[in-house]
């Protein structure tokens, strides 16, 4: 009789399948508890998946790349599969595995010279390393890592490809490359495609008045011990504090239920090496502005260096995305799968408004763009939540004050 099976875990509320990238062992090798099983990458992120009991690998009922669906079986546990726990070993449980932040492996002791080998070959690296080196064709042996532990990070595969493999020049007409797509690209591109497909999107707009918002901005930036604040640190603290007023937006259709999240979670829409993620922020409403900078900021350097974790994607129900930056004059964003509505943010303008007299007064103004699910959201909700967006811009004071539930 087979031992017992690893199976495919959920990681998150819309999970259905997730992608078997990589495999961090083979059949016969002994793990401890938190040694690394294999690689999934799921819509946006890829995830190690650890082995919470020791024991024996069995058979590898999976291979890299494939797509399988929560809960397949994609190993199992030899037939004298026992867990390594103090002196006396005990009976290994189904489906011992759980997925963890991706960490360097640490110095604990191990029982066998084979086991003590196999930890001095392994290459420490991050899942989004790993990726880029697979997709570059480098061999990581050969890259130096800057993490903690030499650890390989996304940016020592930049810096080792720019310095070793520098860009051919070409004379005359520039050649078309090809390439297959990434299985994380391909995830990613099916599940936009679901969304657009399957979720009635609508979408409402407004010019907002940023004037006074910027000039409160600049003011608080003149001090330079305090964290630097900037427009979309302002953006995110002001949706969360509109979305506590307004409850109804904080639902999200899931599988013929409606699920309300919390209105101190809101998705930020970040720009990476491998394309747009929308990581969650997390306790905005007990953040304060200063605190929004420096969660952010911590959390932008993560989702950057492939450092997140399934729980950083889930239980916002709104993302913001701001491309103002960019230049853009109007977004008309997707809304990300799990979530009921996606806030388009664009470039700032001035634009000459009347004043009380009528006089032609020079203003700052962002067009917003909200798309919504029609599921649960209607044009009256959308409507009624950015005209008090645009009204706690204009009166930015307002976000330094403490957050009361009451208003």
Known sequence: MSGPSITMPKLGLTMTEGVLTQWCVKPGDIVKPGDALFIVETEKIANEVEATHGGKIGALLAKEGDVLPVGAEVAAWADDDQRFQGDQPQPVMIGAAQVVQPAAQDARPVRAEGLRGQAEKRIIATPLARRMAKIRGLDLSAVTGSGPRGRIKSRDIEMFRHHNHPPAQHAGVPLQNRRAATSMEKTIARRMSESKRDIPHFYAMAEVDVTDALGLRAELNSDNSRPRISLTHMLVLAVSRVLSGQPNMLNVWANDEIVTCEASNIGMAVDTPRGLMAPVLRGVLDLGLEGVAVASADLIERTRAGRLVAADLDGAPLTVSNVGMHGGTLLFPIINPGQSSILGIAAPR???????????????????????????????????????FAAMLRHPARLLRTHSPHH
């Open 350 to 388: 001035q634009i000459f408004r009347p004043d009380a007299a009528g006089a032609p007064v020079l203003r700052t103004e962002l067009g917003v763009v909200i798309a919504c699910d029609h599921r649960v959201l209607d044009g009256v909700k959308a409507a009624r939540f950015l005209e008090s």
